[in-house]
């Protein structure tokens, strides 16, 4: 082979693999890094035994005012002393009403019932609302004394919120005070 063209060719195979070796990637561990592997949680707890818990009391109903909830009364019917019921003056009333909460709020302690009209027949004016969770049916109870002089009386009373708003239907007491008869001797 003659020496001029041998030097040649090595100078274009030089020329050809630098050219070929900086036009191609070498790193592949480079791009193989920017592949993204999510993490996994290992599932390594285990449940305590039962028998190591501590004893406690169940802890006492108390509901409490959520925000954002709604707040309903629903009358659903007199328990005691229907409409009308006759007593003689000064007897002592047990009213009972059936309601259910169908509000989302849970009614506790800082609820109230209060008087809206009519006579309080003994009665403080403004009382505790009974607590009870949204969607269930509780029994709100007042007592009363027939007042002292004949005729028809009524009681109305309106669950209020902790704020002050009044909510829900109405509830009544309506009653006739009739002298009893005297006894003849």
């Not at 169940?58 to 007593?87: K, M, R, W």
């Not at 059936?98 to 009665?123: A, F, H, I, K």
Request: hydrophobic share 40%.
């Amino acid at each position: 082979m003659n020496p001029i063209r041998a030097r040649k060719i090595c100078a274009f195979l030089f020329l050809y693999l630098i050219f070929h070796a900086g036009c191609t990637e070498s790193n592949h561990s480079a791009r193989a890094a920017t592949y993204f592997v999510p993490p996994t949680l290992a599932v390594t707890a285990s449940p305590l035994p039962l028998s190591t818990l501590p004893a406690t009391a169940a802890p006492a109903f108390v509901p409490t005012l959520e925000s954002g909830c709604s707040n309903l009364l629903a009358y659903i019917n007199d328990i005691t002393i229907p409409d009308g019921t006759i007593f003689a003056p000064g007897e002592n009333i047990d009213k009972r009403w059936l309601v259910e909460n169908q509000g989302t709020c849970n009614w506790n302690n800082r609820y109230s019932l209060r008087l809206t009209g009519g006579d309080p027949m003994g009665s403080t004016t403004a009382q505790s609302l009974t607590p009870a969770l949204a969607g269930s049916q509780t029994v709100i109870r007042i007592p009363f004394k027939a007042p002292e002089g004949q005729g028809k009386y009524r009681s109305a009373w309106q669950a209020y919120t902790p704020d002050g708003v009044p909510f829900g239907d109405p509830i009544f007491i309506v009653i006739e005070v009739v002298p009893r008869a005297a006894s003849t001797p």
